[in-house]
């Protein structure tokens, strides 16, 4: 909100409106910090959910970390199974967990590493430039089959909203891992503190399908 | 008093009113009731905080809940907690602030706002930390109320002398408010360097202090109990935190070599908590280098050459020419490449650095250029016809010129070449190109385009109407005016945490959301109380597309567009938003 300056002219009661809101937002938001603690601080148990939805692939142009712009469609649909996540390079408590898990995968899944396409998306990509990309993979130890890809913000926006993944805002974002078995399969999403097992399980099972 | 009387209303007093009596009037003993630790304790805890190194110069360890070991600097406190130990919030999760105030005097509770966002906006409140429930917390993840942690926090196996010195370390982080910060009223300096033209010079100054003076009458103290609150934070609004403001005007003398030592001189003199705005047709690095060393913010200066080396403490709006010969070069590279580019300029340093970065840029994609410099000095007008020599339709001219000299140019016919580019950047916008060079020239355009910043600037230029500000140089006044209004609202939202990194942590981190909440609600404003309102949609509130930071990311906008003129003299796009 801003009210530095303010061209209108504010009657009385229209102030006294405003601060009557500002003061009811401040109350409701001070007594909901009282509340319930969120599942994951109470056990040591990841807490995250697990739910299978259909997404539609947009059809939008992104540039991969090597430069070479390509469009997502193709990147994304070339017929391996995908494991995604959307990340940015100068954000400091999830993404690098988030990041920390792909590396983990990555080791984890061993052999089918190679039939595997890892895709990371940047969620902030004017900053996020091929190169500063390429430094970032090479920070978690990106094989050849975990690409980074990045774009106008119009199609990083466009590809977060075709995933429910948009938050409005980079700092807005939640760890958020999708996982499919082949084009036109649906997608699992994995929400929340995900650990790399879970990812690596969900794999295996959906490519037993 | 209204306040009272709203809480009443609301039925909330019963609650809250605890928390706030505490906060208003204890935020100020709370500090420094602490014993100081000695100093190689508190700077082993340092080395853990920030760096990631143990007490026996060890990487630190941490493991996390799925098992992930963090090392070195990974496992650094600071990568969560920051430097200032206030937190953060990164999505869903608020990383709490963990410095010695908040966690071992909460009978002192203070109050710090987490996500304007979020319904659990503020930290959470805790029974008071002792070293040994703080040392359970560190090494077993289990906080003094019995609960697990957020899964992000590490647990540390570290040991009872590494304990001993983090603790003493976070007693010690952000004890106290900055220098230039009292408890009413937080000093400020603006910084001019010597080669500004005298109109730009005012206009800036005019600007400032205007905006400067608005938001200090409106900003309720002790002195001035007529003042109306802002509103920017309903937290702010109860606590009564907010303060008023001094800007201090320092003007720079002689060469750039000397500017450090005028600086800690005015600095010594009279200590600023942060530096507002700014104004230079010249180098920027030492005013940086002076922020850097002396640890003062360097808030949105408009300078055209910031260095490029990574500072903490200094934001700005962009990379300045550096972006322009990035994007001009990018656009030429791929639009039926020129064969010659013929570059343009007065032998000053802003241009000299221009020139040089699109020399580079150009090469890079294969295009050769070539480089002319007027013989007039500073203070002598530029003659076209000293550079035009051999110019052939078949070149393209890039002219990196300030607004005065374009006036010299326009009185001569443009040279017989495919295109004329100038820099928007020092030009201060479109408004100086003339208009009988107006059919091939094109502009490298850092700016959002003209219709489309119109609502963006909507409340700025009701403003500077309003107070009879003539507008000289747009892209400038907008600028200063964004500096004023982006410090009032972060400010604010820092309630009575006022230090120096936590105004850095907070607007690298609220920069973007806080320009899409304020054009919403600017948007919303002017539908709700104004019959004759716009409902233009509207991106942002500067005249820059969009504005964001991050860690390290210390230029808000990141691309320009190039543009042309129609037949009319209106300014229209050649390219989309070009980032490099």
């Known amino acids: 909100m801003n009210f530095l300056i303010h061209p209108l002219n504010l009657t009385s009661w229209q102030t006294l409106l405003y ?59 070339d017929g391996r ?39 990371s998306i940047s969620i902030d990509p004017e900053n996020d430039t091929p190169a500063k990309l390429t430094e970032y993979a090479k920070k978690f130890g990106a094989g050849p089959n975990w690409n980074y890809y990045t774009g106008t913000v119009g199609s990083s926006i466009a590809i977060q909203k075709a995933f429910s993944a948009y938050r409005g805002d980079k700092m807005n974002h939640t760890s958020l891992i999708l996982v499919r078995a082949a084009p036109g399969k649906p997608w699992t999403r994995l929400e929340g503190f995900v650990n790399p097992d879970a990812v690596v399980n969900e794999y295996r099972t959906l490519s037993k399908q | ?66 098992n992930a070991r963090l090392v070195g600097a990974q496992a650094a406190c600071v990568n969560c907690h920051k430097r200032s130990g206030m937190g953060s919030v990164e999505g869903d999760i608020l990383i709490q602030p963990i410095t010695g105030n908040y966690l071992f005097n909460p009978d002192k509770f203070q109050l710090a706002t987490m996500d304007p966002r979020t319904g659990k906006k503020f930290n959470l409140t805790h029974a008071a930390y002792t070293e040994e429930s703080l040392a359970l917390a560190i090494t077993s993840g289990v906080n003094n109320s019995g609960r697990k942690m957020h899964p992000l926090m590490p647990n540390y196996p570290i040991d009872k002398s590494d304990m001993a010195a983090l603790s003493a370390y976070l007693k010690e982080l952000s004890k106290e408010w900055s220098p230039g910060v009292s408890k009413d009223n937080i000093r400020l300096a603006t910084v001019i360097t010597p080669e500004v033209e005298g109109v730009r010079r005012k206009a800036f100054v005019d600007t400032l202090q205007k905006a400067v003076m608005q938001k200090n009458g409106s900003t309720l103290t002790s002195q001035n109990k007529k003042g109306r609150r802002h509103m920017i934070s309903a937290a702010e609004m109860v606590l009564g935190t907010e303060r008023t403001w001094t800007l201090d005007i320092w003007e720079l003398q002689g060469a750039p070599e000397t500017w450090g030592a005028q600086l800690e ?16 047709n010249s180098t920027w690095e030492p005013i940086q280098n002076f922020c850097e060393n002396t640890q003062v913010p360097c808030w ?23 972006l322009e010969a990035d994007v001009l070069a990018k656009y030429l590279s791929g639009n039926k490449k020129p064969k010659r580019v013929v570059q343009i300029r007065r032998d000053d340093i802003i241009a000299n650095e221009a020139a040089k970065r699109l020399n580079t840029s150009l090469a890079a994609v294969g295009i050769t250029s070539e480089d002319r410099v007027f013989k007039a000095k500073a203070d002598e007008p530029i003659s076209i016809q000293q550079v035009t020599n ?97 410090l009032t609202e972060t400010l604010a939202e820092m309630l009575d945490n006022i230090y120096r990194d936590y105004l850095i942590e907070r ?47 210390h230029f808000a906008s990141k691309g320009a567009y190039i543009v042309g003129f129609t037949k009319e003299g209106k300014l229209m796009a050649d390219s989309d938003w070009i980032v490099p």
């Open chain 2, 265 to 280: 001189e005015k600095y010594k003199a009279q200590p600023v908590f942060a530096l507002l705005s700014g104004l230079s």
């Open chain 1, 81 to 119: 199974p995908v494991i995604m996540n959307f990340i940015f390079a100068s954000c400091s408590a999830i993404c690098p967990m988030l990041s920390h898990v792909f590396s983990k995968v990555q080791t984890n899944l061993g052999k089918d590493s190679e039939k595997v396409h890892m895709v």
């Open chain 2, 507 to 553: 607007s690298e981190n609220m920069l973007s959301r806080n320009e899409a909440i304020k054009s919403e609600q600017q948007v919303r404003e002017r539908v709700m109380w104004s019959k004759t309102g716009s409902t233009a949609k509207q991106q942002g509130t500067s005249i820059y597309p969009h504005l964001g930071l991050g860690v390290n990311q």
């Open chain 2, 390 to 486: 051999g110019l052939t339709s078949d070149d393209v001219t890039v002219f990196w010129l300030r607004r005065t000299d374009l006036t010299e140019l326009g009185k001569s016919t443009p040279p017989p070449v495919k295109a004329v580019y100038f820099s928007a950047e020092m030009a201060g916008g479109e408004q100086g190109i003339p208009s009988s060079w107006q059919s091939i020239t094109h502009l490298i355009y850092p700016y959002e385009l003209p219709d489309k910043r119109q609502s963006n600037l909507t409340n700025f230029h009701a403003w500077q109407t309003m107070k009879k500000l003539p507008l000289i140089d747009e892209p400038l006044q907008a600028e200063a005016f964004f500096a004023v209004e982006f």
């Open chain 1, 19 to 77: 601060f009557m809101l500002c003061c009811a937002t401040f109350a409701s938001t001070s007594l909901q910090a009282e509340e319930s603690i969120p599942a994951a601080r109470q056990s040591n148990a990841p807490a995250f959910t697990r739910t299978v939805v259909s997404y539609v692939t947009p059809d939008v142009s992104v540039i991969r970390e090597d430069g070479k712009r390509l469009p997502f469609l193709k990147e994304l649909d």
């Open chain 2, 300 to 322: 949105f200066p408009s300078s055209s050459l910031p260095p490029a080396t990574e500072s903490f403490y200094s934001l700005y709006y962009s990379r300045g020419v550096n």
């Open chain 2, 1 to 66: 008093m209204l306040t009272p009387f709203i809480l009443r209303q609301l039925k909330i007093s019963a609650l809250l009113m605890p928390i706030l009596c505490s906060t208003l009037f204890g935020a100020v003993d709370a500090i420094a009731q602490t014993a100081s630790a000695p100093a190689n304790l508190v700077e082993q805890g340092r080395r853990i905080y920030l760096e990631g190194i143990d007490g026996t110069g060890n990487p630190l360890q941490g493991v996390r809940a799925d």
